[in-house]
């Protein structure tokens, strides 16, 4: 079982940036795709986030493109979400996912394994 841990979350004003991070515990997890998914107070878990095994392929929900961006380093079995011109409504739980496939997908059913998350808070 692929253990995921997100860290780097935090409060931040609005326009700042946070760089948030999710460690494996396995090495299957260079052979991934990967995902960053975020749960709003309130609201249902959203995609934000995905990259391929080999971290050539990224797709991006339309909410956080061109401000957010995601990379891996499978050398380190480390996942990466830089989240820059953040805005109040970014404020969530954000999770870090793992999926049996090579490329990623923006829906959760294609995730099989999920780390606990990290709360990033933006304040106006």
């Known amino acids: 079982q692929v253990q995921l841990v997100e860290s780097g979350g935090g409060l931040v004003q609005a326009g700042g940036s946070l760089k948030l991070s999710c460690a494996a515990s396995?090495?299957?997890?260079?052979?991934?795709?990967m995902g960053w998914f975020r749960q709003a107070p309130g609201k249902e878990r959203e995609f934000a986030a995905g990259?391929?095994?080999?971290?050539?392929?990224?797709v991006y929900a339309d909410s956080v493109k061109a401000r957010f961006t995601i990379s891996r380093d499978n050398a380190k079995n480390t996942l990466y979400l830089q989240m820059n011109s953040l805005k109040p409504e970014d404020t969530a739980v954000y999770y870090c996912?793992?999926?049996?496939?090579?490329?990623?997908?923006?829906?959760?059913?294609?995730?099989?394994?999920w780390g606990q998350g990290t709360q990033v808070t933006v304040s106006s």
């Open positions: 996912a793992g999926s049996r496939f090579s490329v990623p997908a923006t829906t959760q059913s294609r995730y099989d394994y």
């Open positions: 396995e090495r299957t997890f260079s052979r991934s795709a």
């Open positions: 990259i391929s095994w080999g971290g050539t392929n990224t």
